[in-house]
Every structure is written in structure tokens, then in C-alpha cells.
Nanobody, 115 residues
Framework: QVQLVESGGGLVQPGGSLRLSCAAS????????MGWYRQAPGKQRELVAR???????NYADSVKGRFTISRVNAKNTVSLQMNSLKPEDTAVYYC?????????WGQGTQVTVSS
């Protein structure tokens, strides 16, 4: 059974930085694509960034050049470095693990960008 635990959210001023981390249990982490999604109030959940099992990354246009996703397979962790944060980045951020059987989700961590 896979469990995902996110950490690192919080309140930050516009232009600031945060680093989100996701720790995954289980033995299939290295074979899984990992992603970060976010959901703002009244909006649908959207993909922020994804990293494949082979290390290929892709980003939403709105975060390109500001966010960086990375993974450490030896530690079963995936991280999202967020720089130059904007108020429109405010949302609950969710870690996602995509396996060939099903997707798994963390409980989410709140990111608030406000002065």
C-alpha cells in the first residue's frame, strides 16, 4: 500500500520561495511517475509539474521558469522548489504517484502567497 505525506507548505509573501516535499511509502516509487497538482478554491485540480520514472519533467505554463520538480529514488521523495511565488499560486498542493494499477494522492498542503 502506498502512502504519500506532503510537507513544506505555508504562508509566504509575493516573490518569496517555498519547497514542498513528498515522502512515499512502498517499494514501487522508482518505477512510478510522480507529480504535484494544486487546487485553488472554486477551481478544478490542475497539474503543476510531473517527473517520470526516467527523470523527464514537464510543467504547467504558469509555473515554467519558477518551479522545479525533482526526485530522489533512494529516499522515496519528490520535491517541488517554488520561486518567485505569486498570489495566484495560492492553493492546496497535492502529491501524486501514478502506477500502472492506480493513482495515489497525499492529503495536501496549503500554500498561501499574500502580503
Amino acid at each position: 500500500q502506498v502512502q504519500l505525506v506532503e510537507s513544506g507548505g505555508g504562508l509566504v509573501q509575493p516573490g518569496g520561495s517555498l519547497r514542498l516535499s513528498c515522502a512515499a511509502s512502498g517499494s514501487i516509487f522508482s518505477m512510478s511517475d510522480m507529480g504535484w497538482y494544486r487546487q485553488a478554491p472554486g477551481k478544478q485540480r490542475e497539474l503543476v509539474a510531473r517527473i517520470t520514472s526516467g527523470g523527464t519533467t514537464n510543467y504547467a505554463d504558469s509555473v515554467k521558469g519558477r518551479f522545479t520538480i525533482s526526485r530522489v529514488n533512494a529516499k522515496n521523495t519528490v520535491s517541488l522548489q517554488m520561486n518567485s511565488l505569486k498570489p495566484e499560486d495560492t492553493a492546496v498542493y497535492y502529491c501524486n504517484q501514478a502506477t500502472k494499477w492506480r493513482d495515489y494522492w497525499g492529503q495536501g498542503t496549503q500554500v498561501t502567497v499574500s502580503s
